[in-house]
Structure formats: structure tokens, C-alpha cells
């Protein structure tokens, strides 16, 4: 079966760095997806790496190794309204998007 | 600019009752549409998704139903709710090519009680 993992909850200080991880097992790949979501509200557009490697923008990065079926996404100088689930999703070989749970992300002062 | 609505943001609706979630796009043309519900500590799942007017493919056989009217409107039915409905569901666009990302509506909360 088709299986993305990342951690349920994490904790990080403000002003720190912090990294969220994302396994997966899928049927093909076609690239990775990373969006931010707020508590009741939509899912947003963080990155996409189709290719292995780093991809940055701004104080987020996002890291792909396709042959570890890894990612992570890295997050810097971390503010308070980074407080949020991020969501990892792979895109498989029939171009359908296989969702992870999402890593809750508490910003304490 | 693209623009998604989906309304309304909160319903709740006795079991048995029926529904009807809309979404509309705005400033795109021939895009691809979804319906996702997303469950407490789980992931997005896929309920249905539309490569033109007519065209729906569901993922998930449930009580639920899609309709595509017109090439910007995408509606979610069901002609009688379960307590499993219960859920936050979203509407999504994208452009029709293969992987592109996602643009999202704000959701809407359903309590089915």
C-alpha cells in the first residue's frame, strides 16, 4: 500500500530552527509537496521538489532524497504565526496526491 | 487573479438530512476540480475529482455525490447524511496538467448530529 509518515505534533521555540521529516512509500513518484495549514482554515502552497536536493525560499527550505523516500522541511528564525500542521503529499505515478496526516507545529516564546 | 469560493463555512445538519456544498472558480478556465474531506488526525482524503463539466471520478464509494453544471462550479450532495459525514471538507483547483499544485477554498466544517 501507498504510505506517508511524519511526526504528529512538535514543539520549537521562537526564533529557532526546526525540521519536520516526511518517509513515504508510494507507487511511483511524481514529486513531493509540502503545504502549511492554520486550524480551520485551507491548506496553502509551501514547496514542491520533484528532484533530489534542497529547494529555498525565504526562511523555509525544503529537502528531497528520492532514493530514501524522504523530505523535510526546514523552518528558520521561527515566528510565532509559523504555528501550524504542515502536510506532506507525494504524487504517485497516476498523478494522484497521497496525503500524510500533517505535523502539528507549537511555537512557545 | 484565480479565486476559489466554497460555502458555506459551517453546517450542521441532523442525520438523514440532505446536503449540498458548492465551490466555484473564478479567473482560470478548464481546471481541475476536487473534493476532499479531512478527518481529525488524518490525512486528506480524496472524495471526488473533475477533469471537465460531467466528468467526475470518485475515489471513495459513500453515500456522497459530485456534479459539475459548468466549467467553474463543482457541488458536493448527498441525498441522506451518517454521523461518518461529519468532517471538514475541501474544495480545490488546479491548472489541467499533471502536477501542479493545489489551490484550496476555505472549507467548510459539517457536524452531522
Known amino acids: 500500500g501507498q504510505n506517508i509518515d511524519q511526526p504528529t505534533e512538535m514543539t520549537a521555540t521562537e526564533g529557532a530552527i526546526v525540521q519536520i521529516n516526511c518517509t513515504y512509500q508510494?507507487?511511483?513518484?511524481?514529486?513531493l509537496f509540502w503545504y502549511q495549514q492554520h486550524a480551520g482554515e485551507a491548506p496553502t502552497f509551501l514547496s514542491y521538489n520533484v528532484l533530489d536536493g534542497l529547494e529555498e525560499k525565504g526562511r523555509f527550505s525544503s529537502f528531497l532524497s528520492r532514493s530514501k523516500g524522504y523530505s523535510y522541511l526546514l523552518l528558520k528564525e521561527l515566528q510565532m504565526k509559523d504555528s501550524a500542521s504542515y502536510l506532506c503529499a507525494v504524487m504517485d505515478s497516476n498523478y494522484q496526491l497521497i496525503w500524510g496526516a500533517g505535523t502539528k507545529l507549537i511555537i512557545k516564546p | 487573479s484565480q479565486t476559489i469560493h466554497q460555502w458555506p463555512a459551517t453546517l450542521v445538519q441532523p442525520v438523514g438530512s440532505p446536503l449540498s456544498l458548492e465551490c466555484t472558480v473564478e479567473g482560470t478556465s478548464n481546471p481541475n476540480l476536487y473534493w476532499y474531506r479531512q478527518a481529525a488526525g488524518r490525512g486528506l482524503q480524496l472524495l471526488f475529482y473533475s477533469v471537465g463539466i460531467g466528468q467526475i471520478s470518485s475515489e471513495v464509494p459513500q453515500n456522497l455525490s459530485a456534479s459539475r453544471p459548468q466549467d467553474r462550479q463543482f457541488i458536493l450532495s448527498s441525498k441522506k447524511l451518517l454521523l461518518s459525514d461529519s468532517g471538514f471538507y475541501l474544495c480545490?483547483?488546479?491548472?489541467?496538467?499533471?502536477?501542479?499544485?493545489?489551490?484550496f477554498g476555505s472549507g467548510t466544517q459539517l457536524s452531522v448530529l
Open positions: 508510494t507507487s511511483g513518484f511524481n514529486g
Open positions: 480545490a483547483w488546479s491548472v489541467l496538467s499533471g502536477n501542479e499544485k493545489l489551490f
